[in-house]
Each structure stands twice: as structure tokens, then as C-alpha cells.
Nanobody, 114 residues
Framework: QVRLVESGGGLVQPGGSLRLSCAAS???????VGWHRQAPGKERELVGI???????IYADSVKGRFTISRDAAKNRVYLQMNSLNSEDSAVYYC?????????WGQGTQVTVSS
């Protein structure tokens, strides 16, 4: 059974940094993982994809500021977010593609505000 649990969200000032963590169980180390986010009144959007093979893909809006990494030994996926601004405020969701299905965590709230 696949289970994804995000943590690390919170309130941060503009220009600040935050690292989100996703504890994954029931997936393979070769499964593609990544992050989406959803702001109030907006559709869920891709933040980035960390494939099993190839380079990480980032949305243009976060490129150069956000970094996805993975610790397969700890079954964790991370999202390092730097130079945060108000438009980054959203619920952030970890996802994993396991076989033919996509699984999601419950999300963690990130609020960027002074």
C-alpha cells in the first residue's frame, strides 16, 4: 500500500526558505516522484518531477529557486524552496507514480507573508 505524508510547511517571510519533506512507503526507489501545489481558487499545478531516469523537470515559475531531491535509503523526497514570494503560497502535495497509478499525500500548507 502506497502512503505519502508531507511535512515541513508553515509561515515564512518573503525572500525566505523552507524545506518540505515527503515520507513515502510502498513505492519503489525507481518510481517517479515530485511535487504539485494548489493555491486558493486556482487549479493544482506542477512544481517539479524527479524521474527515475533523466533530469529533474521544474515549472518555469520555480526554476532556479526550488530543488527536488530524494533519499532512497530513507524513502523521502524533499522540496527545497528558496527566495519565496507570496505567489508561492499554496498547499504542496507530494506525488508518486507507482506502476500505472499516481498517488498523493494529504498536502502541507505553505504561506509566504510578512
Amino acid at each position: 500500500q502506497v502512503r505519502l505524508v508531507e511535512s515541513g510547511g508553515g509561515l515564512v517571510q518573503p525572500g525566505g526558505s523552507l524545506r518540505l519533506s515527503c515520507a513515502a512507503s510502498g513505492i519503489f526507489s525507481t518510481d517517479t516522484v515530485g511535487w504539485h501545489r494548489q493555491a486558493p481558487g486556482k487549479e493544482r499545478e506542477l512544481v517539479g518531477i524527479f524521474p527515475s531516469i533523466g533530469s529533474t523537470i521544474y515549472a518555469d515559475s520555480v526554476k532556479g529557486r526550488f530543488t527536488i531531491s530524494r533519499d532512497a535509503a530513507k524513502n523521502r523526497v524533499y522540496l527545497q524552496m528558496n527566495s519565496l514570494n507570496s505567489e508561492d503560497s499554496a498547499v504542496y502535495y507530494c506525488f508518486a507514480r507507482h506502476y500505472t497509478a499516481t498517488y498523493w499525500g494529504q498536502g502541507t500548507q505553505v504561506t509566504v507573508s510578512s
